[in-house]
């Protein structure tokens, strides 16, 4: 984040290189679903507070496990044909410190995330890194039960196979910064 000036910026996701995926448990094995479509909206005016705007939205029906069986119940079971996205729309930013030896910030997000119709407000910690090429990667993870947002999880085989309430969110994002341009403020105003 760079503070004390006032600047309009446009920020955009590398999606080639970014990857938000899910991982959960059976009672009988793990797995792991990557989402490969999804949108974030960037914006932000690097005003004192550092006012930043994102939404995120992960098409439900991109997720895939490695078994169709395993995708379509995901995606039954989160209403897909109802809901069809997972939608993080950020709030404030709870705490953040700097390594100043491994240029690296440490961050505790706060924000609201919809799932299958159910909005909850939640946080999770972050880590950011600028790259030499002036990109900049954050990563994280967060644990999240389906029961908080209605969601049932799903059982298989006449319910032999259960899947845990548990599910694991990692994300590795990569955004970069383009286009600055001088941010005027007395048209803030109007």
Same mark, same amino acid.
């Given at each position: 984040?760079?503070?004390?000036? +006032?600047?309009?910026?446009?920020?955009?996701?590398?999606?080639?290189?970014?990857?938000?995926?899910?991982?959960?448990?059976?009672? +009988?094995?793990q797995f792991s679903c990557r989402a490969s479509s999804y949108d974030?909206?960037?914006?932000?005016?690097?005003?004192?507070?550092?006012?930043?705007?994102?939404?995120?939205?992960?098409?439900?029906?991109?997720?895939?496990?490695?078994?169709?069986?395993?995708?379509?119940?995901?995606?039954?079971?989160?209403?897909?044909?109802?809901?069809? &996205?997972?939608?993080?729309?950020?709030?404030?930013?709870?705490?953040?410190?700097?390594?100043?030896?491994?240029?690296? &910030?440490?961050? +505790? +997000?706060?924000? &609201?995330?919809?799932?299958?119709?159910?909005?909850?407000?939640?946080?999770?910690?972050?880590?950011?890194?600028?790259?030499?090429?002036?990109?900049?990667?954050?990563?994280?993870?967060?644990?999240?039960?389906?029961?908080? &947002?209605?969601?049932?999880?799903?059982?298989?085989?006449?319910?032999?196979?259960?899947?845990?309430?548990?599910?694991?969110?990692?994300?590795?994002?990569?955004?970069?910064?383009?286009?600055?341009?001088?941010?005027?403020?007395?048209?803030?105003?109007?």
């Open positions: 984040m760079i503070g004390g000036s +006032v600047y309009a910026q446009n920020i955009s996701i590398d999606k080639e290189r970014s990857r938000l995926w899910i991982e959960g448990r059976t009672n +009988v094995n974030t909206l960037v914006s932000s005016q690097e005003l004192e507070d550092a006012d930043v705007d994102v939404e995120v939205d992960i098409e439900v029906e991109s997720f895939d496990c490695g078994k169709r069986r395993m995708n379509r119940d995901l995606y039954e079971t989160l209403l897909s044909d109802k809901h069809p &996205y997972i939608s993080f729309e950020y709030k404030d930013l709870e705490s953040m410190t700097y390594d100043d030896s491994q240029d690296l &910030y440490d961050l +505790v +997000v706060k924000g &609201y995330l919809t799932v299958a119709g159910h909005t909850k407000e939640i946080e999770f910690p972050m880590q950011a890194l600028m790259l030499e090429d002036e990109t900049l990667k954050a990563t994280g993870q967060t644990e999240l039960r389906m029961t908080d &947002y209605n969601v049932e999880p799903p059982r298989a085989l006449l319910g032999m196979v259960r899947v845990d309430d548990l599910l694991r969110v990692h994300f590795e994002i990569f955004a970069t910064t383009h286009n600055w341009e001088p941010f005027d403020d007395e048209q803030n105003k109007e």
